[in-house]
Nanobody, 124 residues
Framework: QVQLVESGGGLVQAGGSLRLSCAAS????????MGWFRQAPGKEREFVAA????????YYADSVKGRFTISRDNAKNTVYLQMNSLKPEDTAVYYC?????????????????WGQGTQVTVSS
């Protein structure tokens, strides 16, 4: 079993930055591909970014490409999402997820483990 705990959310003005962290326990992080998803009020959960086990390949939603960066530190069992140039439409609960299998990482299908989420609010 894998436990995921997100942190780093908060309230920020448009144009600002936040860094989310996802601490994993219960399994070695290097055996898992990792992803970030978000869900805004009244909307379905959507893919944001993903990273393969070694960190060699990353994937991004078009809406965040060039603004967000996903990274991982397997020694610290932690995954990060650096969010720059934030926009009000980035407001959502952000979820970290872990996938034992590396396929279709831009969908929620391979992810078996999910965190509780952290709120990000971007004011205009």
């Amino acid at each position: 079993q894998v436990q995921l705990v997100e942190s780093g959310g908060g309230l920020v003005q448009a144009g600002g930055s936040l860094r989310l962290s996802c601490a994993a326990s219960g399994r070695t992080l290097s055996s898992l591909a990792m992803g970030w998803f978000r869900q805004a009020p009244g909307k379905e959960r959507e893919f944001v970014a993903a990273i393969t086990r070694s960190g060699g390949t990353t994937y991004y939603a078009d809406s965040v490409k060039g603004r967000f960066t996903i990274s991982r530190d397997n020694a610290k069992n932690t995954v990060y999402l650096q969010m720059n140039s934030l926009k009000p439409e980035d407001t959502a609960v952000y979820y970290c997820a872990a996938a034992p299998r590396t396929y279709s990482l831009n969908s929620d299908r391979p992810y078996d483990y999910w965190g509780q989420g952290t709120q990000v609010t971007v004011s205009s």
